[in-house]
């Protein structure tokens, strides 16, 4: 077998059926390139892995890296580029979506000099449109393009796109700071690197998913928003800190709703129903941060209980702590909204830091 020159990661979950025709068409595609392919699979229910192993009698080439107990694209993307052996590395969707033809021209690019070759569907010849069955999806990718493009500095024009090529030194670069946790990993190494790597662009026409079903979803396209914010503050917003602000928001809504509840609907006293109501509102972030913020180490079965009880302890430190730096502001004839905003801040980012460690254990 000859050492291969170009690396295919294929990010794959739940994705049997599309497999094997996707590397029929690659293979096809890529003539005499030498190449592999990385199948990243994390644990498909529907034997994604099993099936790519089938396959090697056919494709020796071919290889599945199975995580277990993981799940995230840009962490399997990640995973894929670093086992890679050849000098260049592609990565695209396992669905068929992107134009395994425009491989060997997205080569020809690299060996030219450039260090990141993007599939684009916003350039001349690219078209994103018919890759999406809802015209509000096309519309939403359009929007996320233009944000996307805002924070990344029009370095590309496709920064969304999961269809591109890097040579290995790029990538082992872009590994050591690229967040692990998202959907669009391409955006996430643009923003960081764009200035100082030479891009190309090769436009491709976005196809349909062929078979399966899509994994961008509420949870995914919330990460999005929290990993765009943290971008345009270069990173000293963490992305998860976003989502935690987030779902402690939304904790004011359920405490009031509890408040108004108990005080006005079931006449009880106002102390016991701004307690219950803090409660509520504790219970409801957990929860939520436990499935959207920390859905990568989501805690199940017993280890919820323990986890909601750190919460809950957590939370009450952090409320001491914010009455006590408030009162000191105050004291200090801080204005009352300085005072109270510092302290609510202070909690949410004592809150967040420690239950980050202690409950969900994320390093
Ligand atoms: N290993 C792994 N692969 C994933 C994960 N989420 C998505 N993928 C794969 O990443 C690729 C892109 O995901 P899609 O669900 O097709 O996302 P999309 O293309 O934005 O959405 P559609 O247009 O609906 O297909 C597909 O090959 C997925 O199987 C994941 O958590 N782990
Ligand atoms: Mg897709």
């Known amino acids: 077998m000859q050492a291969p020159e170009l690396t295919i990661v294929l990010p794959a979950y739940n994705e049997s059926k599309n497999i094997k025709p ?23 229910p529907d034997d994604t892995a099993g099936i790519t192993r089938n396959l090697v009698s056919e494709y020796p080439h071919i290889r599945c890296i199975r995580r277990i107990g993981r799940r995230g694209l840009s962490g399997a993307c990640l995973e894929g580029m670093m086992a890679a052996n050849a000098p260049v590395v ?3 969707d396992a669905d068929m979506q992107h134009d395994e033809t425009r491989l060997p021209v997205m080569l020809d690019e690299i060996k030219n000099g450039a260090d990141l070759v993007i599939g684009s569907r916003y350039v001349d010849g690219g078209d994103h449109k018919a890759g999406f069955q809802q015209k509000s999806r096309a519309k939403g990718s359009e929007i996320a393009t233009s944000m996307a493009n805002y924070i990344t500095g029009n370095y590309t024009s496709d920064p969304m796109s999961g269809f591109f090529m890097l040579t290995r030194q790029t990538a082992d670069k872009a590994a050591e700071t690229v ?17 100082n790597l030479t891009i190309k662009e090769v436009p491709f026409q976005f196809r349909e998913r062929a078979e399966g079903e899509s994994k961008l979803g509420f949870l995914v396209t919330l990460q999005f928003f929290g990993l765009l914010v943290s971008r345009f503050t270069g990173g000293l917003i963490p992305m998860r800190f976003m989502l935690y602000a987030l779902v402690g928001f939304s904790g004011l809504f359920v405490h009031m709703a509890t408040l108004f509840a108990l005080f006005y609907g079931a006449g009880v006293d106002f102390a016991v129903a701004q307690f219950a109501g803090a409660f509520a509102a504790m219970t409801s972030n957990f929860a939520l941060n436990n499935s959207v913020t920390y859905a990568h180490r989501k805690l199940k079965g017993n280890q919820f209980w323990v986890g909601l009880f750190t919460f809950y302890a957590v939370c009450s430190i952090g409320a001491l702590a914010n009455v006590s730096i408030a009162q ?4 200090l004839r801080q204005s009352t909204w300085f005072a109270g905003l510092a302290g609510a801040l202070m909690n949410t980012v004592f809150n967040y830091a420690v239950t980050k460690l202690v409950t969900w254990r994320d390093t």
């Open 22 to 44: 996707l590397v029929d068409k690659i293979a096809q595609a890529m003539g005499s390139i030498t190449h592999e392919v990385i199948v990243v699979d994390d644990n498909s």
């Open 328 to 331: 000191s502001l105050f004291e």
């Open 90 to 92: 592609a990565v695209m």
């Open 179 to 195: 967040s692990k946790d998202g959907f669009k990993i391409l955006f996430d190494i643009v923003s960081r690197f764009g200035e």
